[in-house]
T-cell receptor, first 113, second 113 residues
Framework: NAGVTQTPKFQVLKTGQSMTLQCAQD?????MSWYRQDPGMGLRLIHY???????DQGEVPNGYNVSRSTTEDFPLRLLSAAPSQTSVYFC????????????FGPGTRLTVT | KNQVEQSPQSLIILEGKNCTLQ??????????LRWYKQDTGRGPVSLTI???SENTKSNGRYTATLDADTKQSSLHITASQLSDSASYIC????????????WGAGTKLIIKP
């Protein structure tokens, strides 16, 4: 199993550009989520999904969109990049909520100039 | 407000020594507490998950404790190795919340030879 994969690993955008961060998992997990990690802060939840066709907002959803058309894929779209979105983005998946372990991808380092 | 606070922010110890990292939380209602290890440039990896009824849980040289009454947890690392250099993050899950994990900012541990 590849686990959770993310592409690209690094990305530089100009303010106002849009892009999609890709996330895929091959563990047949129902739950998937996107986090951002900023220096000195805990991970913050952007959006999450409890199954194909179901998504919901997390703590910091503004400026981001998600969709979940398949169990395997959970892309994150930046609509109009802003410097405040410079961060490291992690995708995670788990079999379900509750006490199930979360598995994280390697992250995407995004810089918005 | 739901919060997870970790101490110290950073710690330097010599290889072979033991250390203990602390986590205090105010999350309610409590579901479980997790410790993650995050190597530089990588995604977090789960070390332990403890529910309300578990006081201690071990994973190799890592031992986590939980006192649900005082809302405190600790992560003890025995006979440290250079590969233990990483950030250690405490995360608390809320009960009845579909996917709400409250993340601490982490303790950055450096092991010196």
């Amino acid at each position: 199993n590849a686990g959770v994969t993310q592409t690209p690993k690094f990305q530089v955008l100009k303010t106002g550009q849009s892009m999609t961060l890709q996330c895929a998992q091959d563990m047949n997990h129902e739950y998937m989520s996107w986090y951002r990690q900023d220096p000195g802060m805990g991970l913050r939840l952007i959006h999450y999904s409890v199954g194909a066709g179901i998504t919901d907002q997390g703590e910091v959803p503004n400026g981001y969109n998600v969709s979940r058309s398949t169990t395997e894929d959970f892309p994150l779209r930046l609509l109009s990049a802003a410097p405040s979105q410079t961060s490291v983005y992690f995708c995670a998946s788990s079999l379900a909520g509750g006490n199930y372990e979360q598995y994280f991808g390697p992250g995407t380092r995004l810089t918005v100039t | 407000k739901n919060q997870v606070e970790q101490s110290p922010q950073s710690l330097i110890i010599l290889e072979g020594k033991n250390c203990t990292l602390q986590c205090n939380y105010t999350v309610s209602p409590f579901s479980n507490l997790r410790w993650y290890k995050q190597d530089t440039g990588r995604g977090p990896v789960s070390l332990t998950i403890m529910t309300f009824s578990e006081n201690t849980k071990s994973n190799g040289r890592y031992t986590a404790t939980l006192d649900a009454d005082t809302k405190q947890s600790s992560l003890h690392i025995t006979a440290s190795q250079l590969s233990d250099s990483a950030s250690y993050i405490c995360v608390v899950s809320q009960m009845d919340s579909n996917y709400q994990l409250i993340w601490g900012a982490g303790t950055k541990l450096i092991i010196k030879p």
